[in-house]
């Protein structure tokens, strides 16, 4: 006996669930939970695959269509399981990607569109069923009253209550999903490394506004509160005289402190110096990068991006802060060159036999000048 259209939607609903739930582990359940697919281009597929989801879903949703829903008879069935079979396709391909091929980071980003798409699958699947319940209750009243229930539609345009169909709204959320899926992919993991690195440059960026600044005159700003959080409170405390006994001390201290100041002054600027070649190396990093590069470079690069550009940030807290270049922001310079000669390695390596390398080689140069300048200077 062929299951009906109800039961075929129910199991559909039951694999998406049973998705979902396993989409949470991408390493392990996932991978044990699902057989993976043996095609030769998996991305390739994965677009092709998208584009057939969202075909059948706008036939569904057309089907599905309430006032017009009784006459669908086979065809509704037949979209349905269509639609399941190739989200059944879809995840096996999503199986068969190999993180070290196409990298984590744009793994792990392909994974979480999945997610999206199939939790609104899941979405639409449950109007299906509410549809189907509906059409049910009906036909069954019209079989015992002889006439159709005078329900009103949701699609009724006559209707000035009418609100928006459920199911239209689902229908679009999964067609957003496939494009979504089909637009990361087309663009490929180069394209969205280089999104990340925009992410991170801007991130860095919003700290050197305000750190350049404080860099020409750091006595402008207020030696504990750099940033404003106290000025409310500022003028009482000027207002206070300091103890007669102290105004000794307080003059010999004065050439010490500005000998410190006009050494974090110069430490500072050389670290402005330092952020250009830090920009600069950011923004050739895509196009140092051959089409065809290695999942775990890409992972490399990305893993030093955040490093520099968290230890940048937490640098210039800390100087603004403290004022002093002790431990604390030494440390976070080591991490920062440590990751800007991390990801020229891996320029260079992927770039063994092109003018990039050469370019690379010039970059770590400058940096190291830079660097040899800056150690000097706190000396």
């Excluded at 494009?179 to 993991?189: Q, R």
């Excluded at 402190?257 to 330092?274: A, F, I, N, P, V």
């Amino acid at each position: 006996m062929e299951p009906t259209l109800y039961e075929i939607v129910v199991a559909f609903e039951e694999a998406l669930n049973f998705w979902l739930l396993h989409l949470s582990d991408v390493n392990t359940e996932f991978k044990a939970a699902v057989s993976p697919a043996k095609v030769d281009a998996p991305l390739e597929e994965l677009v092709k695959i998208s584009k057939l989801i969202k075909a059948h879903t706008t036939k569904v949703g057309i089907l599905f269509e309430p006032s017009s829903f009784k006459n669908a008879g086979s065809a509704a069935v037949k979209t349905v399981s269509e639609l399941s079979s190739s989200f059944v396709l879809y995840v096996s391909v999503l199986a068969q990607l190999s993180p070290a091929a196409i990298s984590r980071l744009f793994h792990r980003e392909i994974f979480s569109v999945s997610t999206s798409l199939i939790t609104n699958a899941r979405l639409l699947v449950s109007e299906l069923l509410v549809i189907i319940k509906e059409n049910e209750n009906e036909t069954a009243t019209s079989d015992t009253t002889g006439k159709p229930e005078d329900t009103p539609s949701l699609n009724d345009a006559t209707d000035p209550k009418a609100t928006v169909d459920p199911r239209l709204v689902s229908v679009g959320k999964v067609w957003a999903s496939c494009d979504e899926m089909v637009k990361l992919i087309e663009a490929g993991n180069l394209r969205y490394l280089e999104k990340q690195t925009k992410m991170h440059l801007t991130l860095i960026d919003d700290g050197l506004d305000e750190f350049s600044e404080w860099a020409e005159n750091p006595e402008e700003f207020d030696d504990e509160d750099p940033f404003g959080f106290e000025d409310e409170f500022s003028d009482e405390e000027d207002d206070e005289s300091p103890p007669v006994g102290e105004e000794e001390s307080d003059s010999e201290e004065t050439n010490t402190s500005s000998q410190e100041k006009e050494k974090l002054r110069s430490y500072c600027k050389l670290w402005l110096e330092k952020f250009k070649l830090v920009r600069l190396l950011f923004f050739s990093i895509n196009k140092s990068l051959p089409l065809l590069v290695g999942g775990e470079s890409i992972d490399e690069i990305y893993a030093a991006q955040e490093l520099i550009s968290r230890d940048i940030d937490q640098l210039i807290v800390d100087i603004m802060l403290s004022q002093v270049i002790d431990h604390v922001v030494e440390k976070h310079a080591t991490n920062i060159d440590k990751g800007c000669y991390k990801i020229v390695k891996i320029l260079k390596g992927v770039n063994e036999k092109s003018p990039t390398k050469v370019k690379c080689a010039l970059w770590e140069s400058k940096f190291k000048e830079l660097l040899d300048e800056m150690y000097n200077s706190i000396e």
